[in-house]
């Protein structure tokens, strides 16, 4: 019997059988191995192609891109803000949204870039109240954002003061454009909405620590005395802001960012800007206009005690007002004197021949950037007739567009300051916050004409006038020669040791940002003077 014939015929079919799952299987693998094969010819195909010229030079470009994008990043996050707009251009890093004004004020471009964050070792939280009205804010919130810059903290969207005079519940963005302010400054210093949970839940059980620091310190003072507190307690919040910074003697970098915060992050809500486009294009459409900073509201003659032109009633009134409010220190006050002293605002009789006598035309439109005149239609009634021109926010504007700001009255101050930046003159009545911040601003726009009165000689030649003492024609004269270098020309900022009170302001006269006296022609400077 031969080997076949040994398996009987049910193990022959088992075999069979057994042979066909064996050609399947194999059938298979030959078949997966040809998908193996075909998918690795494609790769080697693709790594052919990356070696050859064109793929090279696709990538050599790409990378070239992506360097150049970076580059462009970092020029502009170094270059965001330092020079006036007006002689260096407009920064790229801050932007227009659709809703912003397209006047002089406003950023304009293509789309934002934003700055890299800046990365570095977090000391602690900052948490500050600003107090009084909203350009004595402005200056506060520019100078803890220095501080927390150069302490190395994380600054919290500081808080507007409700509790003043004027009773604002404005928050933070009702005024400021929040996210702006935020993400302009990410290359300098971090800034929150709010604490982080865990140390927003110790604050409101009490565990902060809250204090107002010295006015007039250096950043010595914050890195001696404020930053072991904050290393210590993870939060400090300081409870005022005015003032709190000297005007000079501070490195150069902090100057710089002080007027970056002022100039570029401080930018208003898009609401405050449309409103602000609107009064401007009105204001335009008639020809140049002079803004007239009229401070004679019933805070301010209750506040400093200055009653010229008013009658017993009135004076009655402001004296109770003023010893209603506990944080006006000083009680008793001889008006006379003060206004001789020129530390009262002028009136609006005194403005009125103040204007005349520097040949301002009549005929030109007068922006008031002023809440309501105390005295009303009564003390109005000379510069009125001197200059029927006049104009407010309220009378260009109807009741529908300032229904929102009524009862806000930092957003109408807000209003205010976006006219007067863009006016062709700008003269205050007394040197406040807003006066010397609108001064200082429009010094960076280049040098815009503000014309600052030198009050305590004008009290004396007015009462020489009108005591007549003094003709027309010598009053006038003497009231032009004693302002023709007072006119918002470049100069430099007066320094009084120990005594920072008397010195400039530096937000009125920001020296270390503007375009330095050197640079600029004679014919410019001449026509600046």
């Not at 088992?14 to 040809?34: D, L, N, T, W, Y």
């Not at 003043?164 to 935020?182: K, L, Q, R, T, Y």
């Not at 005295?375 to 529908?400: I, N, Y």
Request: aromatic share 8%.
């Amino acid at each position: 019997m031969n080997g076949s014939d040994m398996y009987s015929v049910e193990d022959r079919d088992k075999r069979k059988r057994f042979g066909i799952g064996i050609g399947i299987g194999i059938g298979v693998k030959i078949r997966a191995m040809g998908l193996k094969t075909l998918g690795e010819s494609r790769v080697e195909k693709l790594k052919a192609n990356a070696r050859s010229p064109k793929m090279k030079l696709w990538i050599i470009r790409a990378t070239t891109m992506v360097l150049l994008w970076t580059c462009l990043v970092q020029l502009t996050a170094l270059g965001d803000t330092w020079g006036p707009r007006v002689l260096r251009g407009w920064p790229s890093s801050v932007t227009q949204d659709s809703h912003s004004l397209d006047v002089k004020f406003l950023p304009s471009g293509p789309a934002r870039v934003l700055p890299p964050k800046r990365v570095y070792q977090n000391n602690g939280y900052l948490m500050v109240s600003c107090n009084g009205g909203l350009n004595q804010m402005r200056s506060a919130i520019c100078d803890m954002v220095a501080i927390s810059r150069f302490l190395n903290v994380t600054l919290i969207v500081p808080e507007l003061d409700k509790t003043s005079f004027w009773a604002d519940p404005s928050e933070f963005e009702d005024i400021f454009d929040v996210d702006h302010f935020i993400t302009s400054l990410r290359d300098e210093v971090r800034i929150l909405k709010q604490l982080p949970p865990r140390l927003k839940k110790r604050m409101e059980l009490g565990y902060v620590h809250t204090m107002p620091p010295v006015s007039w310190s250096d950043i010595s003072y914050y890195h001696n005395q404020i930053l072991p507190l904050i290393k210590k307690f993870k939060v400090v919040h300081l409870n005022r802001t005015d003032a709190r910074l000297a005007n000079n003697g501070q490195p150069l970098e902090l100057q710089k960012l002080r007027c970056r915060v002022n100039f570029n992050a401080l930018r208003f809500t898009p609401q405050i800007e449309y409103l602000g486009r609107r009064v401007v294009q009105l204001l335009r459409k008639n020809g140049p206009f002079l803004v007239l900073h009229l401070r004679y509201e019933m805070d301010m003659l209750a506040f400093s005690g200055c009653t010229q032109g008013c009658n017993p009633d009135e004076v009655d009134e402001l004296t109770r007002m003023r010893y209603a409010y506990p944080w006006w220190k000083e009680k008793i006050i001889n008006s006379e004197l003060k206004r001789k002293d020129g530390l009262c605002p002028l009136t609006p009789e005194e403005t009125a021949l103040t204007l005349r006598a520097l040949d301002i035309a009549s005929d030109i439109q007068i922006y008031v950037a002023a809440g309501e005149i105390y005295g009303g239609q009564r003390r109005m009634a000379s510069l009125a007739a001197a200059f029927p021109k006049l104009v407010r926010k309220e009378t260009l504007l109807g009741a529908d567009d300032l229904q929102f700001f009524q009862n806000h009255s930092s957003q109408m101050a807000a209003l205010d300051y976006l006219v007067s930046l863009e006016s062709d003159i700008f003269i205050p009545t007394y040197d406040g916050n807003m006066a010397k911040v609108v001064e200082g601003h429009r010094r960076y726009l280049g040098f815009k004409k503000t014309i600052l009165l030198d009050r305590k000689l004008l009290v004396e030649l007015i009462d020489g006038y009108t005591s007549g003492l003094l003709s027309w024609e010598e009053f006038s004269s003497a009231v032009k020669d004693a302002h023709m270098a007072r006119m918002g020309s470049p100069k430099k900022r007066k320094v009084v040791p120990e005594r920072p009170k008397e010195e400039d302001y530096f937000y009125a006269n920001p020296e270390e940002c503007l375009q330095p006296l050197v640079d600029i022609d004679p014919v410019t400077l001449s026509i600046l003077r």
